[in-house]
């Protein structure tokens, strides 16, 4: 039996899976929902255990994503921190880059860094882009600093040099100094997360894992716990922003790779969605309370970036990550989104949110503004004995004191507002979805949409509409559907390193013993956990630019021992005039980082077709009310029950499918089936 949990910002989902592991197919599946409990966050996760009296002394497997890593950076909770860097290179975190983001804003201010700068200190040291030491390590004023340090109250120490992603030796030195004589400091090291090159991106990502890393090991610590409290016996295994899971151990020494540990599961749960019912082009979508995230599959693979930025906005240069990330687009723009009216009075839509507690204003706990999931309930696309799973029913009286002010302000009635609020909340959503499909080249009309999430299914079929996608699929358990996806993932573990020579066949057995070496390290790491090196697989990857360019495409070269140099000039060129509608034929190529990554599969359950039950879909209605669809009219609706739905029943629209985590909006004009495997697709009537 196998149990995932997944804490957003305002819910905590759990999926429990029994299965029959001859033929690995699912026999049982339950959820549970619970609210999210921000300042110990393992409490949620207890909470869903017992709302459905899990026993995890039955459990054999137990995965785990979070956002505490993100919320601490993002809320600026996490630990002081100090930084120690190459002479002549402490203020490389305020300088950044010298770009701005919102070009003719004279007024731009940047934010602050993480790291103040009286907690930033310069080693003499210095090593060149060759990894020859050109100076010495000098510790000479090592017990000076770090006696200042533990003034100041620091609780955890990033040590980057200017170029230990090439020869690590003096980090190594210096770390392992520090980690003897002053054990009370968690210390972490730059060649530790990546040995990826640009120094202020290294930096960047160097402090914000040591920033996270206190209060990332002490929540696992304390999850850990209480799980063996419970009767959990086995590893605890962690969803990474790479869609992959990984030990606990492995992620407390690089807690950056949690960044987007939540998100990232459900995009992967809808890769294996994809390849079970034979859909390769998808694009997916999942709205939670507090953001809506995106991403795209193509061929049934997702797209990794090795560089993340949280915080960014077309104002705001926000901060660098480097850590493998699936290409997510995230936007605050969730169901606790809140409604405003900005200084010229045009209605907005998030990005902050009313998020667990108080909650929208429906929600009953005091809730004062009036948010995307209130504009729902006022169209009346929830079915009110299913609200918030079905604990009560919608305050109607607090909502309707929350869009008060609105309809003052706006001369409208509560209708014509929740429908505004709709409106712009999916003109948002749709931005999103462009930026991963039309701005990068890609027809979203050659994708069908996944929605996942609570949200995803009430709003899926209008961004379908804008975007001209046919088909809308909603998966069994949509409103869960992240914690699905971890119990679909792998282990995997990505090493990154920065060399940049040519792409030649003189270089074609460095570039073989490069692979080598990384592999090396994977290995001894994935048997350090007590894996056999049969089980690891291993994935090779280059990023490749023309001679001249500044950014690189990413490139899969297959098995390293059979590749040539001529198929992998072929194969950039191609991918080039995908990414960027241009091929420079006689340039050379430069290679610019090695990117290995080294997976251990999971023995995972498979996704079963449901047999017909031979239901009476008029067993599965619940009732008939009115609805509002917007533009597309106010229609007498039929609210049916999921659960009590049938393999190849069809619906048509308008009408609701109600279940405990979610609704699925079917508008007029549009058809419903239930497919084999039990996922809802919806087309529109041609």
């Not at 039309?438 to 069908?448: A, I």
Request: neutral net charge; proline residues 4%; glycine residues 8%.
């Amino acid at each position: 039996m196998r149990v995932a949990t997944d804490i957003g910002g305002t819910f905590t989902d759990l999926v429990f899976f029994e299965y029959d592991k001859k033929n690995k197919e699912v026999t049982n599946v339950k959820v549970s929902k619970s609210s999210t409990t921000p300042k110990e966050f393992e409490k949620g996760i207890i909470n869903t255990i017992n709302k459905i009296n899990l026993d995890l002394k039955t459990i054999e497997f137990f995965a785990h994503g979070t956002t505490v890593v993100i919320n601490a950076i993002t809320e600026r909770k996490g630990s002081k921190t100090a930084l120690l860097t190459t002479k002549g290179f402490r203020d490389v975190l305020e300088i950044a880059r010298g770009t701005r983001p919102d070009l003719y804003n004279f007024n731009f201010k940047k934010k602050p860094p993480f790291v103040e700068r009286f907690l930033r200190q310069e080693v003499e040291e210095r090593i060149n882009y060759l990894g020859e030491i050109v100076i010495p390590l000098k510790e000479d004023n090592l017990d000076e600093v770090i006696q200042k340090f533990k003034k100041e109250g620091v609780e955890a120490i990033a040590i980057c040099f200017l170029h230990g992603y090439k020869n690590p030796s003096h980090e190594k030195k210096l770390a392992e100094t520090i980690r003897i004589k002053y054990p009370e400091f968690e210390v972490i090291c730059s060649h530790e997360i990546t040995r990826e090159w640009r120094e202020y991106e290294r930096t960047s990502t160097t402090v914000l894992s040591a920033y996270v890393k206190p209060i990332a090991t002490k929540y696992l610590n304390n999850l850990k716990a209480s799980l063996k409290k419970m009767g959990y016996t086995h590893n605890l295994y962690i969803m990474q922003s790479n869609g992959g899971i990984t030990t606990v151990e492995d992620v407390k020494a690089n807690p950056i790779t949690l960044i987007e540990s939540g998100p990232a599961s459900g995009m992967l749960g809808a890769v294996v969605l994809g390849n079970t019912i034979g859909k390769k082009n998808l694009i997916v979508l999942d709205i939670g309370g507090t953001t809506a995230k995106c991403s795209l599959i193509e061929n049934g693979a997702l797209k990794i970036v090795t560089t993340y930025n949280i915080e960014k906005t077309k104002t705001e240069a926000g901060f660098p990550i480097l850590t493998p990330v699936i290409d997510i687009v995230e936007i605050g723009n969730g169901g606790g989104s809140i409604a405003w009216l900005d200084d010229g009075g045009k209605m907005r839509v998030g990005p902050r949110s009313a998020a667990a507690s108080p909650g929208p204003s429906s929600y009953g706990k005091g809730g004062l503004h009036f948010t995307t999931t209130d504009a729902n309930v006022v169209c009346n696309r929830i079915y009110k004995d299913y609200f918030l799973g079905g604990k009560q029913l919608p305050d109607y009286e607090n909502l309707s004191n929350a869009i008060k002010p609105l309809c003052e302000k706006l001369n409208m009635n509560k209708e014509e507002v929740a429908r505004g609020v709709i409106r712009v909340a999916n003109s948002n959503m749709v931005n999103a979805l462009k930026s991963i499909s039309v701005n990068k080249g890609y027809d979203p009309r050659d994708f069908s949409l996944v929605v996942i999430g609570g949200g995803g299914p009430m709003h899926g079929t209008y961004l379908a509409e804008d975007l001209q996608i046919t088909e809308v699929i909603v998966p069994l358990n949509a409103g869960v559907f992240s914690a699905f996806g971890m119990l679909m993932s792998d282990l995997r573990r990505d090493y990154i390193r920065t060399d940049v020579i040519g792409l030649s066949e003189n270089n074609k057995s460095l570039i073989i013993d490069t692979f080598n070496e990384m592999k090396d390290v994977a290995s001894q790491a994935y048997q350090k956990d007590g894996y056999n090196l049969n089980e690891i697989i291993f994935e090779f990857y280059l990023d490749l630019r023309y001679n001249g360019q500044e950014h690189s495409v990413k490139l899969n070269i297959g098995k390293i021992l059979s590749m040539t140099i001529i198929k992998i000039e072929s194969d950039f060129h191609k991918l080039h005039q995908r990414r960027f509608v241009f091929q420079l034929n006689d340039s050379a190529i430069e290679i610019v980082n090695f990117h290995l990554v080294a997976e251990v599969k999971v023995n995972k359950p498979l996704i079963a077709k449901i047999s017909p039950k031979g239901r009476d879909i008029k067993d599965a209605i619940l009732t008939q009310d009115i609805v509002d669809f917007d533009e597309l009219g106010i229609h007498s609706s039929i609210f049916y029950d999921r659960e009590k739905l049938d393999v190849g029943m069809v619906l048509n629209g308008p009408a609701i499918v109600a279940e405990s985590s979610t609704s699925t909006v079917i508008p007029p004009h549009h058809t419903l089936k239930i497919d084999e495997f039990g996922n809802l697709i919806i087309n529109k009537n041609v």
